[in-house]
C-alpha cells in the first residue's frame, strides 16, 4: 500500500486544545514495532492501513493520541497504532475512554470496538457514550459476527444465522448500529466499509473534525468466519442497487446512471426508493446530515434490507454540533473557581463549627 | 444507676447521680459526666436531621461524642409501622468515649412504633418521652398494644415523660399561615428545643442551619425556630420537666487542637481532596449512586474549585472504568461504591492488576449477600476485597477504625496506590459512613508528601545502545512500573490485559514469562511497606484481642471495661488487611489465646488462620448493627477464663 505523507493542516476546531506535530508526518510514523496478528485477508488489515494512513493528516502530537479498546479481534488494534493505547476489556472502552477524555482534554481518544464488544456487553457503555458526547472517535468494525471466539452470532447476525451456537438458527433480530446511535442522541453517526478506502478516510476526516462524540460503523470482512458479509456492497454490480452513497446537501440518488432516489412517502412520512423519472425528479430527497432533527437520518437507516443489504447507505447521516461533555465539565471547574476561588484545604477542613482545645 | 456497667471512663450514665444546684429558675441542674440519648420516630418524622442538630451543637459544646443512625432502607416506609422505624443515637460525654453507647439513657419516642421498636433497649429507670399526640387506638393496634403502653403500667420502670409534642407544636405555630399538616411538620424541632433545654446544648447553631437551610422559604425557617424556641421554653416552664442537666466539655480528653465533629463518610472525602493536593494530581471520582456510599459522591461533586471531577456513571462498571481511564491519563482515580457494587467492578479491578495504575476503590460496606441490608453496617467484603477476582490478582486492602480515621485511610490508600501502582481496596462500612465524632483538624504541614515522579524519558538501554521505554520495567525497590502519561514525547506504549512481557510489556503467551509475572506482581504487593502493628497490652496478657475496621470502638471499649474489673487482655487493631504488618505472626504467637470479633462469620479469622497457623478464635455478629461494648466484654471475659 502506498504510504502517504501529509501535512497536518492545524485548523480542526474539536482538536485545538491537542498539540500539534512539530515535524511532518508519515503513515510510518503511526506503525509500532508489533507484528499484526490477524488472520490473512482480514478487513481489519484495510481499516488499520487507512487509519494510519489519514493520522499524518490531523497533524496531532502522536503522543496525544490515544486508542482504547474492548475485547475482539478488532480490539488488538491499539497494539499496532505508535500512539498511547489500552487494550481493556470486553465492552468498557467507552466507560474508560470517557475517563480519559473527560480529565485530558488535550488528547484525541479514538474507541476501537466490535460488534459484540460495542452491541452486546458494552451495549450499555455505548449508547451512554453517545447521549453524553465526550469527545471520543468510536470506531466500530461490524462483521456481523463473533470471530475471537469462534463464530457464534453476534447482535447484528441476520436472523436465521446458522452458526456453532445456533444449528438451527439465530432467533433475535439484529441491531442496526446506526438507528441505534441515532435514537441514542448521537451527534455524528456515518457508516462506511472496509474496501472503501478513500470513503473510509473520507469519513475518518469528518469524524476527526466532529467536536463530540462520532460513531462510525465500518462494514468489515471476516474472511474465516463469516466471509462474503458484505459482498453485495463490494460486487461492482450488487453494489449498484445496494449502495446509497449520502452526501450532505446532494440528492440521494444512487444505481445504474443514478436511475434510483430516495423520496419521502407524503402518506406516512417514511422514505422510500423510487425509480427516478422526469415527475418525481424534483421530490428526491436532499441529504441534510445537519438536520436538527434525527427523524430523517433514523429513516433513512431503516432502507437497509437486514438481509440482502439492499438500499444501504453510507456516509455520514447525521453530524450536528450540540455540547460536548468535557468542555463542560471544565467549564464547570472554571465556574467553581469563579464563584469560590480556589480550593483551600485549610479553610475546607476547618467546616464551620469547630471548638479549640487549649493546653 | 442503669444496668449499665462500665469503666470509670464509661461509668456514669444519665440518671440521677451527680451533683446538683439550682439554676437561675427554680429547676435543679445536675451534672452528669455521660449521656446516651435516642430519637425515634416514622421515616418521615426528621428523626436523622434531628439527630445531627442535637450532635452539632454538642460538638460545638466541646463534648466526645459518637453517634449510631439507623434508618430503614425505604425512603418512606409505611407510616406507623415497626419497619419505617428510623433512629438516631448519641452517646456524649465529658471524657473520651468510643462508641454510641450500648443503652440508651433516654428515648424520645415519636409515635408507638418507635416506643415500641426501642423501649427493649432500655435500661430501668431511663428516661422515655413520648409523643402522646400519636398514642391513638389505631396506631397502637397497628403495631400491637392492645392497651396503651402510656397507661397499663408496662413502662413503671421507666421515667415517662408524657408529651403531646404535635398539639404544642401547632399551638407555637399558630401565627404562621400554615396549613395544620405543615405545622406539624415542625415537631421535631420542638422536641429539639426540648431535649437542648434538659441538656443546655448551645442553640445558635440550629438557629443558623435552619435559616439557611431554608433560605428560600422564610416562613418554614421561622415556623421551624419558632416550634424550636418553644420546645426550649415548654422544658423551661412545665413542671414535668423538674431537672435539667449538664455534661461538661471534654477538655481533658483531647490533645490540643482545633476540633469538629465529622462523619465517616465526610472525613473520607475531605481525606480523597487532601489526597490530591498532597500528590499534586487531580481528583477524578467515578462512580455509580449506591447506598452508603453515595454522601462521597454528593460531596466532592461540591469541591469542583479544588479541581475535582465527578463523574456519575451509567452504571458500577463504568464508574470504575471511567476512574481507570483517568487512572491512565494521570488523575488521581477514585471509585466509591458498596458490596455489590465491587462485584460488578471486579473484572475492572483485575485489569487495574494487571495494568498495574493508582486506582482507589472504596467499598462501604452493608449487610449482604446481594442487596442484603442498604443501610445496615456489616464487615463481611474482606474476602471479596482479598480474593474476588479471577486469576491471581492481589491488592493492598486497608480499613479505617473511626468516623474521623477514614480521612487518614483515605490519605493512606492513596500513598499505596500511588506508589505501588495498584488499585487500593478502602472497606469502610455503614457505622463508620454514617457515624460522627470530634476530629481533631490536622494543620497541612502534618499531611504526607504524595508526590509522583511521572515518567519523562526512556528508562532502558537495548543491547545495540539505543535507549527505549519499557512500560513493565519496574523500580527495583518497590517493584512499581513507571507511570508515563499519555502527551510525554517518545513514550508511546500499549498495555492491555493480556499477559506481558516483563519489562516491554508486549503480549506474551510464554509459560515461564506468566509464572514469572504472576510471582512478581505478588511480590510487589507482598513488599508494600505498612508500619508494624502496635499491641496495647498494660500487664502482660494471656489473651489477645485483633480487630479490624469498625470494631475498634466497641473493643477498645470492652477492653477497658475489662481491665476496670482487673482482667488481663492485649489489645491490637489492624489498618492493613493486605499485606498484614510484619510482625503480625509474631505478636499473635506470643499470647496463648487469640480472639477476633468481626462482623461476619470469621474472615479475618479465616487469613489469620491460614497465613500463620494460630488457632484464632473468632466472635461473629451479623445483626447490621456495631458490638455492644457490654456484650463483647462478656465474650472476651469468657475467652480469658475458657
Redesign the interface.
Known amino acids: 500500500m502506498a504510504e502517504t505523507t501529509t501535512e497536518g493542516t492545524g485548523t480542526i476546531e474539536a482538536l485545538s486544545l491537542v498539540?500539534k506535530a512539530e515535524a511532518r508526518q508519515s503513515m510510518k510514523d503511526f506503525k509500532?514495532d508489533?507484528e499484526v496478528r490477524w488472520c490473512p485477508g482480514c478487513g481489519d488489515y484495510a481499516i488499520l492501513a487507512a487509519v494510519q494512513g489519514f493520522m499524518p493528516e490531523l497533524g496531532l502530537?502522536?503522543?496525544?493520541?490515544?486508542f482504547?479498546s474492548g475485547?475482539g479481534c478488532s480490539s488488538r488494534f491499539?497494539?499496532y497504532?505508535?500512539?498511547?493505547?489500552?487494550?481493556?476489556?470486553h465492552g468498557?472502552a467507552p466507560?474508560?475512554?470517557?475517563?480519559?477524555?473527560?480529565?485530558?482534554r488535550?488528547?484525541s481518544v479514538w474507541v476501537v470496538t466490535g460488534d459484540g464488544d460495542a452491541l452486546s456487553i458494552g451495549g450499555?457503555?455505548l449508547i451512554?457514550a453517545l447521549r453524553r458526547n465526550v469527545n471520543l472517535k468510536i470506531l466500530l468494525f461490524n462483521n456481523r459476527i463473533y470471530g475471537l471466539t469462534k463464530g457464534q452470532y453476534s447482535p447484528t447476525s441476520e436472523v436465521g444465522k446458522i452458526t456453532k451456537s445456533t444449528p438451527m438458527g439465530s432467533l433475535d433480530a439484529p441491531f442496526n448500529p446506526v438507528s441505534l446511535a441515532l435514537g441514542a442522541e448521537a451527534s455524528f453517526v456515518a457508516r462506511t466499509i472496509d474496501s472503501d478506502r478513500k470513503h473510509l478516510t473520507e469519513v475518518l476526516r469528518q469524524a476527526a473534525a466532529h467536536p463530540g462524540t462520532a460513531l462510525i460503523e465500518i462494514y468489515q470482512n471476516c474472511n474465516i468466519f463469516n466471509d462474503g458479509a458484505f459482498e453485495a456492497l463490494k460486487d461492482k454490480q450488487s453494489a449498484q442497487e445496494a449502495v446509497i452513497r449520502l452526501e450532505h446537501g446532494r440528492p440521494i440518488r444512487f444505481g445504474a446512471d443514478n436511475s434510483r432516489g430516495v423520496v419521502r412517502d407524503r402518506a406516512t412520512g417514511d422514505l422510500r426508493v423510487v425509480t427516478v423519472t422526469a415527475d418525481n425528479e424534483a421530490d428526491i430527497l436532499v441529504h441534510d446530515a445537519h438536520a436538527a432533527s434525527p427523524t430523517t437520518a433514523f429513516a433513512l437507516s431503516r432502507l437497509a434490507d437486514p438481509d440482502t443489504l439492499h438500499h444501504t447507505p453510507i456516509g455520514v447521516l447525521r453530524s450536528v454540533e450540540r455540547p460536548v461533555y468535557d468542555a463542560q465539565?471544565a467549564d464547570?471547574?472554571d465556574?467553581?473557581?469563579e464563584?469560590?476561588?480556589?480550593?483551600d484545604?485549610?479553610a475546607?477542613?476547618?467546616?464551620g463549627?469547630?471548638?479549640?482545645?487549649?493546653? | 444507676m442503669t444496668s449499665q456497667v462500665s469503666s470509670p471512663a464509661e461509668q456514669a450514665d444519665g440518671t440521677v447521680t451527680g451533683e446538683q444546684r439550682k439554676a437561675a429558675g427554680a429547676k435543679d441542674v445536675r451534672r452528669l459526666d455521660r449521656v446516651i440519648i435516642r430519637f425515634a420516630g416514622d421515616s418521615g418524622d426528621g428523626m436523622q436531621l434531628t439527630g445531627d442538630r442535637f450532635t452539632s451543637e454538642t460538638a460545638s459544646f466541646g463534648n466526645d461524642l459518637s453517634t449510631l443512625p439507623n434508618f430503614p432502607a425505604e425512603i418512606r416506609a409505611p407510616a406507623g409501622t415497626l419497619p419505617g422505624v428510623s433512629s438516631f443515637q448519641l452517646h456524649f460525654a465529658d471524657h473520651d468515649i468510643l462508641t454510641p453507647g450500648d443503652a440508651p439513657n433516654v428515648l424520645v419516642a415519636m409515635n408507638p412504633a418507635a416506643l415500641k421498636a426501642n423501649v427493649g433497649d432500655l435500661p430501668r429507670g431511663a428516661e422515655i418521652i413520648v409523643n402522646t399526640d400519636e398514642f391513638t387506638k389505631r396506631a397502637m393496634q397497628k403495631v400491637g398494644y392492645t392497651s396503651s403502653p402510656l397507661e397499663d403500667g408496662s413502662l413503671d420502670g421507666y421515667h415517662l415523660h408524657p408529651v403531646p409534642l404535635t398539639t404544642l407544636t401547632v399551638e407555637a405555630l399558630k401565627e404562621f399561615d400554615l396549613t395544620r399538616k405543615e405545622a406539624e411538620r415542625s415537631k421535631n424541632m420542638f422536641a429539639l428545643g426540648l431535649l437542648s433545654w434538659m441538656y443546655h446544648r448551645p442553640t445558635e447553631g440550629t438557629e443558623k442551619f435552619l435559616t439557611s437551610k431554608f433560605a428560600k422559604k422564610p416562613d418554614i425557617a421561622a415556623a421551624n425556630i419558632a416550634a424550636f424556641r418553644a420546645g426550649w421554653n415548654f422544658g423551661e416552664t412545665t413542671e414535668d420537666f423538674a431537672v435539667s442537666y449538664e455534661i461538661a466539655p471534654a477538655t481533658t480528653a483531647f490533645p490540643v487542637g482545633t476540633y469538629r465533629n465529622i462523619s465517616g463518610n465526610l472525613a473520607l472525602s475531605y481525606g480523597l481532596v487532601a489526597a490530591s493536593r498532597q500528590s499534586d494530581l487531580p481528583l477524578f471520582l467515578g462512580s455509580y449512586p449506591i447506598t452508603p456510599a453515595s454522601d462521597i459522591l454528593h460531596e466532592l461533586s461540591k469541591h469542583k474549585n479544588f479541581g475535582v471531577r465527578t463523574f456519575q456513571a451509567e452504571d458500577e462498571i463504568a464508574g470504575i472504568g471511567a476512574a481507570l481511564g483517568a487512572a491512565f491519563g494521570g488523575s488521581l482515580a477514585v471509585t466509591t461504591t458498596s458490596g455489590p457494587g465491587v462485584a460488578l467492578k471486579s473484572e475492572t479491578i483485575g485489569l487495574a492488576v494487571s495494568l498495574e495504575l493508582p486506582l482507589l476503590v472504596i467499598d462501604i460496606q452493608r449487610g449482604g449477600p446481594s442487596t442484603g441490608l442498604p443501610t445496615k453496617t456489616e464487615q463481611a467484603d474482606l474476602l471479596q476485597a482479598m480474593y474476588g477476582r479471577n486469576g491471581e490478582a492481589p491488592l493492598p486492602v486497608i480499613a479505617p477504625r473511626t468516623p474521623a480515621d477514614c480521612f487518614d485511610a483515605a490519605l493512606e490508600a492513596a500513598r499505596i496506590a500511588l506508589t505501588y501502582r495498584t488499585p487500593v481496596m478502602l472497606l469502610s462500612d455503614g457505622y463508620l459512613a454514617n457515624g460522627s465524632e470530634p476530629w481533631r483538624i490536622p494543620e497541612l504541614d502534618e499531611l504526607p508528601d504524595l508526590r509522583v515522579q511521572f515518567t519523562q524519558g526512556p528508562n532502558h538501554t537495548l543491547a545495540d545502545g539505543s535507549e527505549v521505554f519499557w512500560p513493565y520495567k519496574r523500580d527495583p525497590q518497590t517493584l512499581a512500573r513507571p507511570w508515563a502519561i499519555p502527551g510525554t514525547p517518545g513514550l508511546e506504549h500499549r498495555i492491555g490485559g493480556i499477559e506481558k512481557q516483563d519489562g516491554t510489556g508486549n503480549i506474551s503467551y510464554d509459560p515461564a514469562n506468566h509464572d514469572f509475572m504472576v510471582r512478581i506482581r505478588q511480590a510487589k504487593i507482598d513488599g508494600v511497606d505498612v508500619p508494624d502493628i502496635e499491641v496495647d497490652d498494660p500487664h502482660g496478657a494471656r489473651t489477645l484481642v485483633l480487630g479490624w475496621g469498625s470494631t475498634y470502638g466497641p473493643i477498645t471499649a470492652a477492653v477497658r471495661r475489662l481491665r476496670t474489673a482487673g482482667e488481663s487482655i492485649a489489645q491490637a487493631h489492624l489498618r492493613h488487611l493486605n499485606p498484614f504488618p510484619k510482625n503480625l505472626g509474631a505478636v499473635l504467637k506470643a499470647y496463648d489465646k487469640v480472639v477476633i470479633p468481626e462482623m461476619n462469620l470469621g474472615q479475618l479469622a479465616t487469613l489469620v488462620r491460614a497465613k500463620y497457623l494460630v488457632d484464632a478464635h473468632s466472635y461473629n455478629q451479623v445483626n447490621g448493627m456495631p458490638f455492644k461494648a457490654e456484650q463483647l466484654a462478656t465474650a472476651l471475659k469468657e475467652a480469658i477464663d475458657g
Not at chain 1, 348 to 351: F, K
Not at chain 1, 353 to 359: A, E, I, N, Y
Request: overall charge positive; proline content about 3%.
Open positions: 498539540p509500532s508489533q502530537a502522536k503522543e496525544n493520541i490515544v482504547v475485547i491499539p497494539y497504532m505508535n500512539t498511547y493505547g489500552m487494550h481493556s476489556i468498557r466507560a474508560i475512554a470517557t475517563g480519559l477524555a473527560s480529565s485530558r488535550d488528547l450499555n457503555h451512554h465539565m464547570q471547574l465556574t467553581a473557581i464563584q469560590k476561588g480556589k480550593g484545604l485549610a475546607l477542613l476547618a467546616g463549627d469547630t471548638w479549640t482545645v487549649l493546653g
